[in-house]
């Protein structure tokens, strides 16, 4: 067995002090091998099972970084086996025993796809999973803030009733008890249709906390312990909330998007700290309940990973339902006033602010979930930030038969891109080498309007040296969109000038999340502006911005 440098944040390094054994020294499980010095202070390095230091990879003095190779430990078997029988004994706990063709650790969308695929080419499949069914996605992610959307909708929908002919008496009272309730129906009738699909293909589901014994094997501590033997592995474990170091984000008011789903009293006001997707969908959610909404956001625009002329129309769209936008802001603390009030501290280029609200919605992002994994005891090499599992294109690790999908690669955290991964990870333990490919994957964010981007933005292009242009069509051109009352927005579309191919699109406007399916397979498959413009686009619908900016790269758009 192979013992390995630690994780240390940030790609630092560490320094390596005394090391305690020598070549031959017999070791226990859990003695300290050496230590290390990191920035954070001394880091005992310890043995992962009994038996004899064989190599030192390492030597005192040296400069050390993570997961690095230090020590070879020849296991001794016998002493093991009878550890793992004295920690039988002290559990009282019957051990299982289990083998299967394939083991995946984690039921998200990325796990239990694979599953299905897996067990509908033939392999005997065990998948585990701690929590819930359908993962971070399912339970606390896409589809519950999904419903909570259409509630908001619902609710700013009958509040301007009138503008569609309507007349609605008194005022629109938002039950946040019954919005929750409705989100908890849809979440809980789609994990019973995962339960299902887990029968229906003969998957082996084990609830329980999957933890590495060796490359091999892994032990499932639950209701019912195992032990399982797999010939290949897939690790799905996902995500979870990043941890913010602002002084006051324990205080009771301060929700993250997890508490936010299940909180049944709507706030008069709140502060939401991050203009990232989480941040912008629950900030429409609220202001379309009526809530009063601050955005508060460090980088100097919202929504950085969009186009930016996406980026300045929804901000200018947000201002003008009456979303404050903070940006270029860092918060600095939170405090409770008198009265119980979130007291909001944030600093930006002129200064000092203070903001005060009912409650403040932490939405600063995701990070890899390795907890109680035992990942460093499977070999697994972790990406040079420590965060994430490292994976090639095939979606394996450096140990052969061990593969990683999903957020839990830190590659691209979305729900759709972890199912695709998980096929390919499947097909290539099926021997079939396919490779994942990033190039065309298309991304929403449900804000009012949607937006939905794919491809490569004019920015990064540019960067590339590329020779593109770019065209645009307005929604307040599209008859569809009119008889929506959704003119604001806009297709973007770039276009590589040596090719005529279309490479990238983004959009912010009606059916933006529905749009961007038609645009991802023209630019998946290299369509150019004259396959678009030859295309057929059925009337009235919203798809007609496609075609319409499409035209503006030639004789110009129709329409605008």
Not at 345 to 369: C, Q
């Amino acid at each position: 067995m192979i013992i390995k440098m630690s994780v240390i944040p940030g790609g630092k390094m560490g320094k390596i002090g005394k090391i305690s054994v020598k070549i031959g020294d017999k070791v226990e499980d859990g003695d300290i091998l050496a230590q290390v010095e990191t920035a954070k202070g001394n880091r005992p390095i310890k043995a992962l099972s009994a038996g004899i230091v064989s190599k030192i990879l390492s030597e005192e003095g040296a400069e050390i970084a993570s997961n690095a190779d230090m020590f070879e430990i020849e296991e001794d078997t016998i002493l093991n086996e009878a550890k793992e029988e004295n920690i039988k004994s002290e559990s009282q706990k019957v051990l299982k025993e289990l083998s299967t063709d394939l083991l995946i650790i984690g039921a998200g969308p990325g796990g239990y796809v694979a599953a299905i695929y897996a067990a509908k080419n033939k392999l005997k499949v065990t998948l585990v999973e701690k929590s819930e069914m359908g993962g971070t996605c399912l339970n606390v992610g896409c589809i519950p803030t999904k419903a909570l959307v259409k509630s908001a909708e619902v609710c700013h929908n009958l509040n301007h009733a009138s503008l569609f002919g309507m007349e609605v008496e008194g005022k629109i009272a938002v039950n946040m008890k019954q919005v929750i309730e409705r989100k908890d129906k849809v979440k809980n009738r789609l994990i019973s249709g995962i339960d299902f699909l887990m029968k229906k293909n003969d998957i082996n589901v084990i609830k329980g906390q999957a933890a590495f014994v060796n490359q091999d094997t892994v032990a499932v501590t639950g209701n019912e312990n195992f032990i399982i033997k797999a010939n290949d592995i897939i690790v799905a474990t996902g995500s979870k909330i990043s941890k913010i170091a602002i002084p006051g984000m324990d205080l009771p008011f301060v929700w993250n998007s997890t508490t936010a789903l299940s909180n049944t009293e709507l706030p008069k006001s709140i502060s939401i700290i991050g203009g990232g997707v989480i941040g912008m969908e629950f900030a429409f959610i609220y202001k379309n309940f009526g809530v009063e909404v601050h955005v508060i956001e460090f980088m100097d625009r919202l929504l950085t990973m969009v186009d930016r002329d996406i980026s300045n129309e929804i901000q200018n769209i947000a201002e003008e339902e009456g979303i404050k936008i903070h940006t270029g802001s860092k918060v600095m603390k939170i405090q409770s006033s008198v009265d119980g009030k979130a007291v909001i501290t944030y600093e930006d280029k002129t200064g000092e602010h203070l903001l005060v609200s009912d409650n403040v919605l932490a939405a600063i992002g995701r990070e890899p979930d390795l907890d109680g994994l035992s990942i460093e005891k499977s070999g697994v090499t972790l990406n040079s930030k420590g965060k994430g599992i490292q994976v090639d294109a095939s979606m394996r690790t450096n140990i052969s038969h061990i593969y990683a999908i999903g957020d839990v690669t830190n590659i691209i955290q979305l729900a759709h891109v972890a199912s695709h991964q998980g096929i390919v990870a499947v097909d290539n333990i099926l021997k079939k080498q396919e490779v994942m490919e990033y190039s065309s994957v298309p991304n929403v964010i449900f804000t009012v309007p949607e937006i939905a981007s794919v491809g490569i933005g004019e920015k990064e292009a540019k960067e590339k040296g590329m020779n593109v242009s770019v065209s645009k069509f307005s929604f307040a051109g599209n008859g569809k969109a009119l008889t929506m009352n959704e003119p604001r927005g806009f297709i973007k579309l770039v276009k590589n000038n040596e090719t005529s191919k279309i490479i990238g699109g983004s959009i912010i406007g009606a059916d933006a999340s529905a749009l961007i399916s038609s645009l991802t397979l023209a630019i998946a498959n290299g369509f150019t502006e004259k396959e678009i413009t030859k295309t057929i686009f059925s009337h009235p619908t919203t798809g007609e911005v496609i075609h319409e900016a499409a035209l503006e790269f030639g004789i110009g758009a129709l329409h605008q």
